[in-house]
């Protein structure tokens, strides 16, 4: 009987425990279908936002510093662009190219003809007058130093040594025009007047200028002539400054400007 009674009482026992462990069990089993979608078993958003957390905290240090290293070549690639730029070309068109000299203020101007520098007839080209008048386009103190036979080098400039070439060419020209005895380079004038035509003609092409030159008068077309074809107007130097530049150059000892009338 007491046998009987204790059989019950631990069937009983189990019976209760399983009932109370039963929904621990369910429970757990609610969780996990939780951290699951419904769709074909998919971790829910929420679970896949922790896990990118997790991956992203981890790695960081990575991402970071791959980031840098992609700025630090970027800024490389920049820098060596900019310097390749400042290598090629100089700080102003026309300027030193080892960019010790000024940046010189530019302005807008309108060509004119002047017969004052080149009058309209070869003979009067040849007066002194006018090679004083080119003269005033020069810094004072212009003067041959050195040359063969001299320890000193010498160094011309390019702007006065164009406006010697102009000159010289206008010189010849007109002496040839006119016969005149006073001739530059009487023995070679032929190879010294075609030297400089291919001086002026590189010179040209350095500078460039892409100025635009109406061809006509008053906004309506015109036959070509030697007023109208100074027509343009033109970004230039000024030419003050410039004058002056080279003036402290020649005072100061650090260049030689080659005469007007060099030959």
């Known amino acids: 009987m007491d046998t009987k009674r204790t059989f019950r009482d631990e069937a009983g026992v189990e019976g209760r425990e ?3 462990a039963k929904p621990e069990a369910e429970l757990s089993t609610i969780n996990d279908e939780e951290n699951w979608s419904p769709e074909i078993g998919r971790p829910s958003r929420q679970s896949k936002s922790r896990t990118c957390l997790v991956v992203l905290k981890e790695y960081w240090w990575l991402y970071t510093t791959g980031l840098l290293i992609a700025l630090i070549s970027l800024e490389l ?3 060596h662009d900019i310097r390749a730029g400042m290598q090629d070309c100089p700080q102003q068109a026309g300027g030193d190219y080892t960019n010790k000299g000024p940046i010189f203020t530019t302005e807008v101007t309108q060509w004119k003809a002047n017969p004052d520098f080149v009058p309209l007839n070869a003979t009067s ?3 002194p007058r006018i090679q004083a008048k080119w003269e005033t386009l020069y810094p004072p103190g212009a003067a041959f130093v050195g040359g063969p036979g001299s320890d ?3 160094n011309s400039t390019s702007v006065t040594h164009q406006l010697h070439c102009v000159y010289i060419m206008g010189k010849i020209f007109s002496a040839v025009l006119t016969k005149s005895p006073n ?4 023995d070679d004038y032929e190879a010294y007047f075609l030297t400089c035509v291919d001086y ?3 010179a040209v092409m350095c500078a460039g ?3 635009i030159e109406p061809r006509g008068e008053n906004g309506k077309l015109a036959t070509v002539n030697n007023i109208n074809s100074f027509n343009g107007h033109h970004v230039c130097k000024d030419y003050g400054q410039v004058q ?3 003036t402290e150059q020649v005072r100061d000892g650090l260049r030689n400007i080659m005469p007007l009338d060099d030959w």
């Not at 001739?183 to 009487?186: R, T």
């Open 18 to 20: 399983h009932l109370i």
């Open 77 to 79: 690639v920049i820098w």
């Open 125 to 127: 080209f040849l007066d």
């Open 152 to 154: 000193d080098i010498y």
């Open 183 to 186: 001739i530059p380079e009487p």
């Open 200 to 202: 002026i003609r590189q």
């Open 209 to 211: 200028d892409v100025a």
């Open 244 to 246: 002056d530049y080279l």
